[in-house]
């Protein structure tokens, strides 16, 4: 019988944010598959526990990734860490998961803290729907089509940062969205100097003009105000036959406007108007 991957999340700064399953997990398994061995080691030692690792990140997966592949056929389980937070989430893991689903191999996940809805929890932006953009690129020309492409995009927009790229996104942000669009910079979560700044772009931009940036960084950039649909010739025709059947019902022409305009989801005072 094979064994199974255990994706594992493990604290993005603060330890007591590992959960008693994670530690289980990690002392059960028969190896630990790590982004990097020292980063977990620290941790290993930190819940006393002791276990072969080895590594496994972006420039090795696809050398390591058969021979993990190979050891939990034979019937280990292994427990997949990154440095910090989910793995898969701009991290190494989802190139694991894939081979195992792959292979018929069980995996299953120990859910821990993922930086990017840790700050999108705080950010008070709005977070019913948003999208997770990851890095940007270095590469000038990728990292505009990828701003070019957000455009018009209505949902929240989390992305990760360096410290030391902060400033040129911020500027590039600007470029693309605007002085007054409305960015969070979440920085050092769950860390003694966690730090939540709520700003427009040109403030973010000034403040950092002056400021250095220090330390792990989310930004989350509100969405664009929704776009305002014109409503077609058909649904306006549409609308006021609404209303003409609703003032022959006898309903005053306020209330038969109201009703249409909700039905065929035009501007109400537009067809008031149109109706008179
Ligand atoms: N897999 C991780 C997760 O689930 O959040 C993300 C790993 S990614 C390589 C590292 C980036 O996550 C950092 O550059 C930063 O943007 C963000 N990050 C990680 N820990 C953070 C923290 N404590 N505070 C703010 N941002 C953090």
Known sequence: MSGTLYLVGTPIGNLGDFSPRAVETLAAVDFIAAEDTRVTLRLLNHFEIKKPMLSYYEHNKRARGGEILRRLEAGENCALVSDAGMPSISD???????????????VTVVPGPCAAITALTLSALPAG????????????????????????????????????????????????????????LARELTKLHEQVQRMTL???????E???????????????????????????????????????????????????????????????????
């Open 92 to 106: 190494p893991g989802e190139d694991m998961a894939a081979l195992c689903a792959m292979h018929g191999i069980p």
């Open 129 to 184: 729907r948003f999208c997770f953009e990851g890095f940007l690129s270095t590469a000038k020309k990728s990292r505009r089509e990828h701003l070019a492409a957000l455009v018009g995009e209505e949902r929240t927009m989390i992305f990760y940062e360096a410290p030391h790229k902060l400033r040129a996104t911020l500027a590039d942000l600007r470029v693309q969205f605007g002085d007054d669009r409305a960015i969070v």
């Open 202 to 208: 040109a403030e973010a931009n000034k403040y950092y």
């Open 210 to 276: 002056e400021n250095n940036p220090r330390g792990e960084y989310v930004l989350l950039l509100a969405g664009s105000p929704p776009a305002v649909k014109e409503p077609a010739a058909g649904d306006m025709e549409q609308a006021r036959a609404l209303v003409t059947g609703y003032m022959e019902q006898g309903i005053p022409r306020v209330e038969a406007v109201k009703r249409a305009a909700k039905e065929a989801g035009v501007p109400r005072a537009e067809l008031y108007k149109a109706t008179l």
